[in-house]
């Protein structure tokens, strides 16, 4: 019983990574990913106040538009995104995680991260391929927190933001999340 369940588990998850992994056929043109993003980033910042101040500051915005994730004891994401520094398209990047634990379900969301420091801008641009939680600090800003902080009291080197989720599945996190440069 316990074999049938483990392999059933498997196929699920290498199911779920086949259609959520990266497809060249159904990967988004730069352009589409640059229109995407932008699209994103403007509603993220017209529905959150702090969102929108810090953007003026920030020396680079990185925007996922479409993460999907799935996940059934054993898990998977991902997504392209693209860093937006002084409003326009600087470099594109992939984000990948593998997951163990209670979950089951599919999800699709976006995230945004907001370098406010050059060293967590250069940490990003000169990685070969960067775990979060391992390097700049970085603060994920729920709704509730996004409205006592201010540009004065946020200090951080990079800010979190998770956008538009649909779908069914428990947590959102970046545990276990790398993040890597790609070609478009």
Request: charged share 20%; proline share 3%; hydrophobic share 45%.
């Amino acid at each position: 019983m316990k074999n049938i369940f483990t392999i059933t588990i498997i196929i699920f998850v290498f199911s779920a990574v086949m259609l959520i992994g990266p497809n060249p056929a159904a990967a988004a043109t730069a352009e589409e990913l640059n229109r995407e993003a932008d699209q994103d980033l403007q509603t993220l910042c017209d529905k959150v106040n702090l969102a929108r101040m810090l953007s003026k500051e920030a020396k680079g915005i990185l925007v996922f538009p479409s993460i999907v994730k799935a996940g059934l004891v054993v898990g998977a994401q991902y997504g392209e995104g693209v860093l937006m520094k002084e409003g326009k398209p600087a470099a594109y990047y992939r984000t990948t995680s593998a997951s163990y634990g209670l979950q089951a379900g599919i999800q699709e969301y976006s995230y945004a991260l907001f370098f406010m420091t050059d060293s967590a801008m250069n940490y990003l641009e000169k990685s070969k391929g960067w775990e979060l939680g391992v390097g700049p600090s970085i603060v994920v800003v729920d709704m509730g927190a996004a409205k006592s902080l201010t540009t004065t009291t946020a200090k951080s080197d990079i800010y979190a933001f998770f956008f538009d989720q649909k779908g069914l599945m428990a947590g959102l996190g970046l545990q276990g999340t790398k993040i890597t440069k790609i070609k478009k």
